[in-house]
């Protein structure tokens, strides 16, 4: 389920503006963005990062994930704070490629990490 702005963004993506700048310079494309209900609203934004692949890669777990936190901050947040919902916690994942959610591949490369948006910042989770 898209809500707000977020179904905008998606959207707006979906017709090709899909590529994000992040510190580490790897090409970074948004894959799905997608809401979680139960005991509690989580959202799920999803990108693509071909660069951390095991075999061939460039960027390694570390680098990622401060891209991983810039993309939360830059441009996960504001999309939120236009957004009616606000999740309780936000999923950002990386995969060096495309990967239907909620399937296995055991040769994709995937990092994931949890944030929730206190004090207008982003603040990482543990997950």
């Known amino acids: 389920m898209m809500r707000g702005a977020l179904e905008t963004l998606w959207r707006t993506s979906?017709?090709?503006?899909?590529?994000?700048?992040?510190?580490?310079?790897?090409p970074i494309s948004l894959q799905d963005v997608f809401w979680e209900e139960g005991e509690s609203l989580l959202l799920?934004?999803?990108?693509?990062?071909?660069?951390?692949?095991?075999?061939?890669?460039?960027?390694?777990?570390?680098?990622?994930?401060?891209?991983?936190?810039?993309?939360?901050?830059t441009f996960v947040k504001p999309q939120v704070e236009q957004s009616a919902d606000k999740p309780d916690q936000i999923i950002i994942s990386l995969s060096d490629v495309a990967v239907p959610f909620g399937?296995?591949?055991?040769?994709?490369t995937q990092f994931f990490e949890a944030y929730s948006i206190q004090n207008d910042a982003c603040i990482w989770e543990v997950y």
Do not use: H, N, W
């Not at 090709?16 to 700048?21: I, S």
């Not at 399937?103 to 994709?108: F, I, N, Q, T």
């Open 14 to 26: 979906a017709e090709g503006v899909t590529t994000f700048a992040v510190p580490s310079g790897q």
């Open 44 to 73: 799920r934004v999803r990108f693509t990062a071909p660069q951390i692949a095991r075999d061939g890669g460039t960027i390694d777990y570390e680098t990622a994930a401060k891209d991983m936190l810039y993309l939360c901050e």
């Open 103 to 108: 399937e296995a591949d055991p040769d994709a």
